[in-house]
């Protein structure tokens, strides 16, 4: 009975996550109504509350779900590799079409910026440094295999221009009109990684 009890309240504490993900995608913070998310997710607004404590404190926790949801995501595909390559090459993807599937989680993770003083990026980077370890053992074993070009720089040095290209990918989209999907992106920072842009004279 306890254990059918904590699967209803999470699946009310999904539900209610994923409702408000759009509604504040589609109608931004300021003009989505904790009662409309209630609502839409069959539930009393006293239970959203409950559950949140406030609309901000629910913004919130809609960016953390997301990311973790992502971080899930990589590890599932990325967990089964051997390659050290295939790995690096799996993740980026893996990241890029997580977000061609979640548009929504794109458009709040650039609101916030303005909003709530960047605590997704807070997050965000919270949930990359907890994988840095793992992410730097990858590289340095794709690096012991001869299969990294040297760079010039250390591994935590490189990582560090790779997360920023990325998540300038990520979160410049919006501004630039979406014009390309993240799938096409994908492969342009791929081929960029693994050929290089500029050839030697």
Known sequence: MEGD???????????ILEVAGRLFARYG???????????????GKGTVYRYFGSKEGLFVEVIRHGLEELRRTIHARVDPIEDPVLRIREALFTYFNFFEEHPHLVKLL???????RGQSIKIYLENYYQELDRIKTTFARAREMGRLRDLGGSIEEILDVLLAM???VVLLSPHQGWRYSFRKKANLVWNVLRGGLIKDE
Not at 5 to 15: A, L, N, T
Not at 29 to 43: K, N, P, S, W, Y
Request: net charge negative.
């Open 5 to 15: 009890i904590e699967v209803k309240v999470g699946d009310k504490r999904k539900r």
């Open 29 to 43: 913070f300021a003009d989505t109504r904790m009662d409309d998310v209630a609502e839409e997710a069959g539930l």
């Open 110 to 116: 650039v609101h916030d910026q303005s909003q709530f």
């Open 166 to 168: 990325i998540t300038g």
